[in-house]
């Protein structure tokens, strides 16, 4: 039976009307993105890894902040550095509880931080060390499915999912293990007519 889609209310952060708004901008997703993955760090690192001044990335940590994403991490810093890290580890958003516009901006900026990580790692494919170079994949499959099936699929893939190590909080991961990245999107393929 496939493992709920429900959240882990300890690790896991559901969006609402207003924390869904302070997603909204396309850096702040990639700001969260880079905090779950690589951890603590200064807007100056962020800014450093993102490729985007540090000025604009410490306003948009400042706005994470406020609306519960991110949190000092006081214990790294100082009165000069302020170190900030990742106050959830996963987060739910369900379409139904938003107005589309928001949803549609939200999504978005989630869909650019997928595609900017897809397009690092393939410039990075030429650097993998030999164990890595056929461990991934970048593949697409049309599938021709009723709603219920899709839900059926996703469900079951995401149970495969969480049988799997997760990043964050792991202890007995072997020494060769890296985090990586899967990226799910399910969605009715766009601009082709029912029939």
């Not at 059926?152 to 991961?173: E, K």
């Amino acid at each position: 039976m496939p493992v709920p889609l429900e959240p882990d209310p300890r690790r896991d952060v559901v969006l609402d009307a207003t924390t869904l708004k302070a997603l909204t901008h396309p850096l702040r997703p990639r700001i969260l993105s880079a905090l779950r993955l690589h951890g603590p760090a200064t807007a100056s690192r962020l800014a450093a890894h993102l490729g985007v001044n540090t000025g604009a990335t410490s306003y948009h940590v400042r706005q994470l902040a406020e609306a519960g994403f991110v949190v000092e991490a006081s214990e790294l810093g100082n009165a000069r550095d302020r170190w900030w890290r990742a106050a959830h580890a996963r987060t739910y958003f369900d379409t139904h509880d938003a107005d589309k516009v928001t949803s549609a901006a939200y999504l978005s900026a989630v869909a650019a931080g997928y595609a900017e990580n897809a397009q690092r790692a393939i410039a990075e494919i030429a650097t993998l060390p030999t164990e890595w170079e056929d461990a991934g994949t970048f593949s697409n499959y049309t599938l021709r499915l009723t709603p219920e099936e899709t839900d059926s699929l996703m469900r079951d893939v995401i149970s495969v999912i969480r049988g799997y190590r997760p990043h964050q909080g792991t202890v007995d991961a072997p020494e060769t293990a890296r985090p990586v990245s899967v990226n799910l999107e399910v969605f009715l393929a766009p601009g082709m007519s029912p029939e």
